[in-house]
């Protein structure tokens, strides 16, 4: 790596475009973060900004690459991390950022980050999150890549463990004071095999789930106790944090019917709900049956979705278009995967999911970006949801036994696509075009091509 810079707020978050190593935690300005950006709250079904309280709908993008970029060595997020893409954001009429985090490099254990330093990943991360505020975007702290003591952080588990519990410890804390942020607990709980993860473990904790993460090609007998929702909502509130929090539902976010009767007992929480074509639930019928008996008692947001190719190779089929149309009409927010960079050449498959064409004119990419872009735009003050229901706790079917908890269908041979160097980025201070540095030897392409892909690609 390079020698230290001093680097502006700006480019601590896109440090990876010179090799530099921040070392030490950022003070990052606060002058309009509390001021621009909207300060979600729960109210009975729905989000309200605090400052007016008026309902406050999320229309957000995920922002890949703090989960993987520090633990695979080249960086600490993805090209393009500065106030030229926040200011693209708030001109689509997006209004939230989910920035997937990584558990190992936010802790510094287990020898992560292999880029930088804890301190380092840190301060990128709230240097960004400080300039999404700037800009009226609130930001969701997503905890999406863990693994148990041991193990590397390098993919996602089947549930929290203990480090995900002092994840939150770290996090919560250093966020607290900050009104314009909300936690999503976990991103994907999932079961797999002979391992079930039932609602009373997602609740409780307490049953041992796999420790290899979920692109592994076989499960051993090693095992790691799982921490509870209910273990992590704790954590969160005694570390002073009150903001929103989002919890996931079983089968990769897809479930949702057990969410209500095995909530922790907290005002503020938000049913996370993942929309894939090729999960169980992806049609509209289930959506009105399992769905929305939810979203009439507390908020729900879609904190992934996505366009796939059709299932014989041909054009895109366009799955985000009426996930958005329905959402609308019962005040679910939404926040499709992702807001990066990769063109065909790289991957047929993965170009489907990229948002924009580039890091400088943020041109919207066909197909997905192009439909999240027009829709956007089509929508007007959103109706408010109805509201909550005085009666009955809504739709549960209790534990689930004997899913395999597919997420969604994986590509033959997994990740042994080859190694690449990252692509060139357009980033520094004053947003003048950087080339990455090359990859080390070895280093896999980067999850933006070949992991978060692989689980989401439809041929």
Request: net charge neutral; aromatic share 8%.
């Amino acid at each position: 790596m390079g020698g230290l810079r001093a680097l502006s707020v700006a480019t601590i978050a896109v440090a990876l475009v010179t090799g530099g190593v921040v070392v030490a935690p950022v003070t990052a300005p606060m002058v309009s973060a509390a001021v621009t950006a909207p300060q979600p709250q729960v109210s009975g079904n729905q989000i309200v900004d605090a400052r007016t309280g008026r309902t406050w709908i999320p229309y957000a993008v995920n922002w890949p690459s703090l989960e993987y970029a520090c633990q695979q060595g080249w960086g600490y997020t993805q090209g393009g991390a500065t106030t030229a893409a926040a200011a693209a954001m708030a001109s689509w009429g997006i209004n939230a950022v989910r920035l997937p985090l990584n558990e190992q490099c936010w802790l510094g254990t287990e020898g992560n980050p292999h880029y930088g330093t804890a301190s380092g990943y840190r301060a990128a991360v709230r240097a960004f999150v400080d300039i999404l505020n700037a800009h009226g975007l609130v930001v969701i702290l997503d905890l999406h890549w863990t693994a148990p003591a041991g193990k590397q952080a390098d993919g996602q588990r089947a549930m929290a463990g203990s480090g995900s519990v002092l994840f939150w410890q770290s996090v919560a804390a250093a966020y607290a004071t900050l009104p314009s942020v909300m936690f999503d607990a976990f991103n994907e709980p999932y079961s797999r095999g002979a391992f079930t993860l039932t609602w009373s473990c997602w609740k409780s904790g307490g049953c041992q789930a796999p420790v290899e993460n979920d692109q592994s090609s076989g499960v051993g007998g090693t095992t790691f106790t799982v921490a509870g929702m209910s273990t992590i909502v704790t954590t969160i509130r005694q570390a002073g944090a009150n903001q929103p929090i989002l919890l996931a539902g079983l089968d990769y976010a897809n479930d949702l019917r057990g969410w209500l009767a095995n909530r922790p007992a907290d005002a503020q929480l938000i049913a996370s709900w993942h929309n894939y074509p090729g999960q169980r639930c992806q049609q509209q019928s289930c959506w009105d049956s399992e769905i929305a008996p939810v979203a009439a008692q507390v908020p729900v947001m879609i904190t992934e979705f996505g366009i796939v190719r059709s299932g014989g190779g041909g054009a895109p089929i366009d799955t985000l278009t009426p996930a958005m149309t329905w959402a609308d009409t019962h005040g679910i927010g939404y926040s499709p995967w992702a807001w990066w960079v990769v063109d065909e050449s790289e991957s047929p498959s993965a170009a489907l999911y990229a948002l924009i064409t580039d890091t400088t004119t943020f041109t919207p990419k066909q197909p997905e970006g192009a439909a999240y872009f027009a829709h956007l735009k089509t929508l007007s003050k959103p109706a408010p949801p109805a509201p909550p229901s005085r009666t009955g706790s809504g739709p549960s079917s209790g534990p689930r036994t004997g899913t395999s908890g597919t997420r969604r269908p994986r590509t033959p041979g997994g990740l042994n696509g080859g190694t690449r160097a990252p692509r060139p980025a357009t980033l520094s201070p004053d947003e003048a075009p950087v080339s990455l540095p090359e990859a080390h030897p070895g280093v896999q392409l980067k999850v933006g091509l070949w992991v978060e892909h692989v689980l989401k690609r439809m041929n």
